[in-house]
């Protein structure tokens, strides 16, 4: 795990690990990048090399609920603590960055936190946001049946666990990529059935209220995509009214695209982009 280890306060005053990736000499921007569903903030440790080498202050969060969150994983009271958490993150980082632009990315379920909160924080001090493959669709392995009872229990706030849904087979061509996160100690790919109920409405609440989004935004969409819906993405991005927005769809590759053979244009997009927004 690469990356300075610091700390961060969520919303409710919990101390959570934040990851930070310096460049060498000034920052040109600051990018805050969230990690998805069941992972932390050491696996994008890729993306804060990446990002850090392109002279960008790159700072990534264990998100409430997962790696080395103290308290239950997997699970939130509320979709929204996130959110909460997120504007709390970012008011830090601005305390210590006035003057740079910030940028947020996401990737899969990083991209529905990160949009979600364009919509619900449009005051927020950034200056654009950067989803890939963005879980504002999905098609995760859980019947309907687990779906039905999953409510249920969510409404009972029963605290037991069910599966994610997630299959690693599907997420990249690369088998190291699959390997690592099969592999990985702080991966925990159990959600209370609060969290999943909770993160499936919030799906359907970010696609319904795309035309909230007015920041500047690169969605960026996996061909091949086997955990989201491709067709269903490009609906959304349509549907944001941002006039500074810009869709770009990679032929080919899967969902987590980044270290696959391809995946270097994906990069090379996302800091084009950046760069023109300086």
Known sequence: MSGDEENYSGHDGTIMLLRVWKPAGTPRAVVLGIHGLGSHSGLLSFLGEKF???????????????????????????????????????????EGHPDEKMFLFGHSMGGLHVANYAINHPEAPINGIIIPCPSVSERLEVSKATRAVGSLLSKLNVKTYISNGLNYDLISKNPDIVRRNREDPLRFDKVTPRYAIEGIKASKAAFASASRIRVPVLVQQSGDDMILIPEKN???????SSKDKTWILYPGLYHEPFEESGGEEVLA???????KRL
């Open 234 to 240: 490009k609906e959304f991005f349509d549907n944001i």
């Open 269 to 275: 997009d996302i800091f084009s982009w950046i760069e």
């Open 52 to 94: 850090s080498s392109k002279g960008f202050m790159f700072y990534a969060p264990d998100m409430r609920g997962f790696g080395t969150f103290p308290g239950r994983k997997g699970h939130v009271e509320r979709y929204s603590e996130h959110m909460d958490d997120i504007h709390s993150l970012v008011g830090q980082l601005r």
